[in-house]
Structures are given as C-alpha cells and as structure tokens.
C-alpha cells in the first residue's frame, strides 16, 4: 500500500529538529509493484529563529517535490522508484539515499602528479599536527594556572 516517501530536511516541522518522512498510503496501490521515494533532506533555507533554526522550502522545492511525486519521476539523487521485493530485501528500509546508485569518478594522475598530491596532503597533516601540539601545550599551561581557594 505505500505509495511514496519523502524525506524532509531537519526543521521542517514546528520546533523538532529531527528529520520527518512523510508516507504516502494509497488502497489502491496493491496494483502497483513499487514506491516513489523522494529525499528533500537536502532542500530548503535554514533561518535562524532566537535559540531555534527553522528550514522553509522554496517556492521550487515545492513545485520539484510535487511535481516529481505526481509524475512519479525519478530524479538523480532525488527520487526513485524501487519495487516492493527491493525493499523487502533491504530490510524494508525506505530511505531513499539507500537506493540511489553512486557515481565515482576517477581521474587519471601521472606518478609525478599523484606524488605531488600525496606531498601535499603530507604537508596539510604536518601543519594540522604542529598546530594541534600548539594548543595542547598551551591547555596544559593553562590548566597549570588554575588552583582551588
């Protein structure tokens, strides 16, 4: 009987900050053999609200969820369909993130290109190390300043 699931974004509803899916039920989906999943988790503006954050849509997310709910589209990384014995074989989890296909891309590097990458990222972790040994030197002194009266 599921028809759809769309993920929402964090702060989406009143003042939860946890993420909400919204089921879509329907009776007469027992003809169908598969669900749309849509995640708009990553869609809308954060807006800071005093001590809260509020997410709102877009006029444009609206219209790409409603429109692609309504036409049952599948959108790279946005929605899918995925038949009811997939689901079923993954535990019937519905989050839509589970089922899109990821992409990896490879570039191709020279030696001498990769080995400059490597010295790079060598030098990245020797600076963040350096600066990580800094600041514990200096909480162990600070640390050494406080006394109890």
Known sequence: LLKAVINMPSNIFAKTGTRVSI????????????????????LGITVKDGNNEKTYLTDEDEKNIINCFL??????NFSK????????ENSFSINPKQYFDIEIKYEKL??????????GKKAELKKLFENSKEIENKLLKNLEKIKHE
Do not use: C, G, P
């Not at 089921?23 to 990553?42: C, E, G, R, T, V």
């Not at 036409?71 to 790279?76: A, G, Q």
């Open 81 to 88: 369909k995925v038949i009811y014995d997939e689901i079923k």
């Open 110 to 119: 020279s030696h001498t290109e990769f080995s400059n990458v490597i010295q």
């Open 23 to 42: 089921l879509f039920i329907d009776k007469d989906q027992s003809k169908s053999s598969s669900a749309l999943l849509i995640d708009a988790s990553n």
């Open 71 to 76: 036409n049952s589209t599948e959108k790279k």
